[in-house]
């Protein structure tokens, strides 16, 4: 019992354990994943955002590189303006590369323009820088004023469209992370409430564990207390059955050898005084002191027959089992039959001291209280088992009630589980009794009885 309470716990509690911790860690990834999702996001947007912010930088940079060109009336300097130029377009080409790999498909778009308005801004300037110093005095404004002037304003409105469109993109991931914040939160929501079902359903359990074994225990401290009581009885009845039976063994021994001695002893006492006197006053008192002898070496016999009789050593259960009927019948006046089918005279001693014990308690049983007429005794043999059957036609007893019998019948059912045997008790009232026992041979074994 206590090993199974241990399992069915333990399982209980490991249970809510792993339910904790697979809620837990699942938990913790799913916290951690929408936090990597939203600096992952945040980082994106704040690198398009810088990207996007420095091209009207650029922009003006250029501008300020073309204005300076044309106010600079050498023909020698073109060239390294147009390396200037160039370096700031590798550089506004390397920002859109960048660009083209981090903004999400709905501004891929927008990109695109930007980037076909950027290219052809700088076609428009690559000619700039192969003017003479004349034409730079005549066309300068005009062109900065035709051509610069309008393609960069046009390129800053597409910046600052594509940044419009990332600071929307910013917003939409926003909310697309409030609500993923807002499914994780129902998420510990369930697993707080399926942590606390699982943890009021072992609690339960335990409870109604524990209520069962403290009700079990209960019930086997009042078992446990009644045969403890019930043993106290038996026992005080077992010491004044042995001490009867001593007493009527000191009383036979008083009154049916001790008086029959006494008068072996006054017999020979008298043929001693009786050698002078006639044959035939010394052969009649001769006879006497046979007559007493006999009848002392008789009740000897009686007497050992009952404590354990010597045939069932010698002449096996069977004889021992009909001279048991024979002089319950003598001293009882109640009729005995005795039937025996089988082989019954190769059994173990413990075998036959068991069932010749259980008869003799059986009749006694029988001359105490049953107040029957005849008594049936049945013994059969078999090579598997031993079955007896004592029936009487007396006027039986609640089987109920055994234990109030006394201890003959608790004795009877003590020697069958010794050997492995069962004993059944069938009686009503006014309809006999029935006392039936089966002994297994395989269980044979020796032991004290």
């Known amino acids: 019992?206590?090993?199974?309470?241990?399992?069915?716990?333990?399982?209980?509690?490991?249970?809510?354990?792993?339910?904790?911790?697979?809620?837990?860690?699942?938990?913790?990834?799913?916290?951690?994943?929408?936090?990597?999702?939203?600096?992952?996001t945040h980082n994106a947007y704040l690198k398009t955002d810088s990207l996007v912010g420095e091209l009207p930088a650029d922009l003006y940079l250029s501008g300020i590189l073309v204005r300076d060109y044309l106010l600079d009336l050498s023909h020698l300097t073109g060239p390294l303006y147009r390396g200037e130029?160039?370096?700031?377009?590798?550089?506004?080409?390397?920002?859109?590369?960048?660009?083209?790999?981090?903004?999400?498909?709905?501004?891929?778009?927008?990109?695109?323009?930007?980037?076909?308005?950027?290219?052809?801004?700088?076609?428009?300037?690559?000619?700039?820088?192969?003017?003479s110093p004349q034409r730079k005095a005549i066309l300068s404004n005009v062109f900065l004023r035709d051509v610069v002037l309008p393609r960069?304003?046009?390129?800053?409105?597409?910046?600052?469209?594509?940044?419009?469109?990332?600071?929307?993109?910013?917003?939409?991931?926003?909310?697309?992370?409030?609500?993923s914040q807002n499914l994780f939160q129902q998420f510990l929501k369930d697993i707080l409430l399926v942590t606390v079902a699982v943890a009021l359903l072992v609690s339960l359990a335990s409870i109604y564990r524990v209520n069962n074994l403290e009700r079990e225990h209960h019930l086997q401290r009042v078992r446990a207390e009644r045969a403890e009581g019930e043993l106290r009885r038996l026992s005080r009845k077992l010491v004044r059955a042995q001490e009867e039976e001593r007493k009527a063994i000191s009383r036979e021994l008083h009154d049916a050898l001790g008086q029959k001695l006494s008068f072996i002893g006054m017999e020979v006492g008298t043929l001693s005084s009786l050698r002078m006197a006639s044959p035939e006053v010394f052969e009649e008192r001769l006879s006497d002191a046979q007559r007493l002898i006999t009848e002392t070496v008789r009740s000897v016999r009686d007497l050992s027959m009952s404590l354990r009789p010597a045939m069932l050593d010698e002449l096996g259960l069977g004889s021992a089992v009909r001279w048991q009927g024979r002089e319950f019948a003598r001293r009882s006046g109640i009729d005995v039959d005795v039937q025996l089918d089988g082989e019954l005279d190769a059994l173990p001693e413990t075998h036959r001291t068991a069932i010749y014990r259980i008869v003799q308690e059986a009749l006694t049983n029988i001359a105490k209280h049953a107040a029957a007429k005849s008594v049936r005794i049945h013994l059969y043999g078999g090579k598997d088992a031993i079955r007896l059957t004592v029936q009487d036609d007396g006027k039986g007893f609640d089987p109920e009630r055994i234990a109030?019998?006394?201890?003959?019948?608790?004795?009877?059912?003590?020697?069958?589980k010794e050997l492995g045997g069962t004993i059944t008790v069938r009686s009503s009232q006014g309809k006999g009794t029935s006392i039936e026992a089966a002994v297994p041979l395989a269980a044979g074994s020796e032991v004290s009885l």
């Open 152 to 179: 960069r304003d046009s390129i800053i409105k597409l910046a600052q469209e594509v940044a419009r469109i990332n600071g929307e993109n910013l917003a939409s991931e926003q909310r697309r992370l409030d609500e």
């Open 1 to 40: 019992m206590r090993s199974r309470s241990w399992i069915i716990l333990s399982a209980g509690f490991g249970s809510l354990i792993a339910c904790i911790i697979l809620m837990g860690l699942g938990a913790m990834r799913r916290a951690e994943a929408i936090h990597d999702e939203s600096i992952a």
């Open 404 to 416: 109030s019998r006394g201890i003959g019948l608790v004795g009877m059912e003590e020697r069958m």
């Open 85 to 131: 130029m160039r370096r700031l377009q590798t550089s506004v080409k390397q920002k859109l590369d960048v660009l083209e790999r981090t903004v999400p498909k709905r501004q891929q778009e927008s990109l695109d323009r930007l980037t076909e308005e950027l290219n052809g801004y700088w076609k428009a300037l690559d000619p700039l820088f192969e003017w």
